[in-house]
């Protein structure tokens, strides 16, 4: 198994955190609008469309400075029992009551494609994500 890490090793690329900010939510790509090319938000997404045909190991972590971790794991909860229209994964049940992890997967490829399951603006509403544009609140929770 080390052999092949380290054959792989120029593979790898240490990715720099993706920060969701409110810019990121805009109503507009519910319905109009692609956020993978639209030009305001082009520079996040390029990057992504660059390792679309590789495997990546994604989280979504909460910054305590801006919001507190049980506070938002509620908040989601809450979204996901309301029966919203739109699929969300389930919750860990034994999940460290002081993690700040809200959620972990990975994918094979096309992560950008995920990501915007994950912000809430794909398509196809079965599609499970952590559909945040729908319960995140940035006035609230912060950014």
């Known amino acids: 198994m080390l052999e092949n890490v380290e054959r792989n090793l120029e593979r790898f690329v240490e990715g720099k955190p993706v920060v969701i900010t409110s810019e990121l939510f805009r109503e507009v790509y519910i319905k109009n609008s692609n956020i993978t090319t639209c030009k305001e938000d082009n520079e996040a997404f390029s990057e992504f469309r660059r390792i679309k045909n590789r495997p990546v190991l994604y989280w979504f972590s909460i910054d305590d400075e801006i919001t507190n971790a049980t506070i938002l794991r509620s908040k989601y909860l809450e979204f996901k029992d309301s029966k919203s229209p739109r699929n969300s994964p389930a919750c860990k049940p034994c999940l460290d009551i002081n993690s700040k992890t809200l959620y972990v997967d990975k994918v094979k490829k096309d992560f950008h494609l995920r990501l915007v399951t994950h912000l809430g603006y794909s398509r196809n509403k ?14 609230e929770f912060g950014i």
Do not use: V
């Not at 079965?126 to 006035?139: C, E, S």
């Open 126 to 139: 079965d599609t499970a994500g952590m559909q945040l544009f729908h319960w995140y609140k940035p006035n």
